[in-house]
T-cell receptor
């Protein structure tokens, strides 16, 4: 019974490169959430997706950031033209499909370092 | 949107003492309040949660209380142990599949 799987665990990019972060939800979960955690800060919501749909992207920066959750395969958080301020831990969480149940289980995160 | 405030930011207790962390929220529509524990470099792990139809929930040494009128909820850890040392986050949500809004975290240190 694998939990939420994220890869890579660590990602180093130079300014201007692209970063792709992957998240596979727990088995039976079809809701995926991405959160960003800056050093010594709390988690900030970025985007909420279901299969092939973005449900809430109110926390996503308007430029350079995009997310998808295709019918097959993991959810992807994509950051184009990374800048030093993008350095953070990016956590994915998943929850079940049943309405009213909102327990979110977190992955181990991807730590992005921008040089 | 929802705003969650959490206090204190750091808390040191002696082993065996109790620890209390408090959070307030702003959105009266919020009805789900989980608490997560995060050890250094690890994932946030759910330790307890409460829904707005109850006022208190307990699980062994951990309890959470909710006051909907005042819009605040608290985490209580009794008989603290060194392995309780971590950062604790409260969060609020309007339930269903909706996003969590987190507090800023409390660094709990349990000293021998």
């Amino acid at each position: 019974n694998a939990g939420v799987m994220q890869n890579p665990r660590h990602l180093v990019r130079r300014r201007g490169q692209e970063a792709r972060l992957r998240c596979s939800p727990m088995k039976g979960h079809s809701h995926v959430y991405w959160y960003r955690q800056l050093p010594e800060e709390g988690l900030k919501f970025m985007v909420y997706l279901q299969k092939e749909n973005i449900i809430d992207e109110s926390g996503m920066p308007k430029e350079r950031f995009s997310a998808e959750f295709p019918k097959e395969g993991p959810s992807i958080l994509r950051i184009q033209q990374v800048v030093r301020g993008d350095s953070a831990a990016y956590f994915c969480a998943s929850s079940q499909t049943t309405s009213g149940s909102n327990i979110q289980y977190f992955g181990a995160g991807t730590r992005l370092s921008v040089l | 949107g929802e705003n969650v405030e959490q206090h204190p930011s750091t808390l040191s207790v002696q082993e065996g003492d109790s620890a209390v962390i408090k959070c307030t929220y702003s959105d009266s529509a919020s009805n789900y309040f989980p608490w997560y524990k995060q050890e250094l470099g690890k994932r946030p792990q759910l330790i307890i949660d409460i829904r707005s139809n109850v006022g208190e929930k307990k699980d062994q040494r951990i309890a959470v209380t909710l006051n909907k009128t005042a819009k605040h909820f608290s985490l209580h850890i009794t008989e603290t142990q060194p392995e309780d040392s971590a950062v604790y986050f409260c969060a609020a949500s309007t339930g269903g599949g909706n996003k969590l809004t987190f507090g800023t975290g409390t660094q709990l240190k349990v000293e021998l």
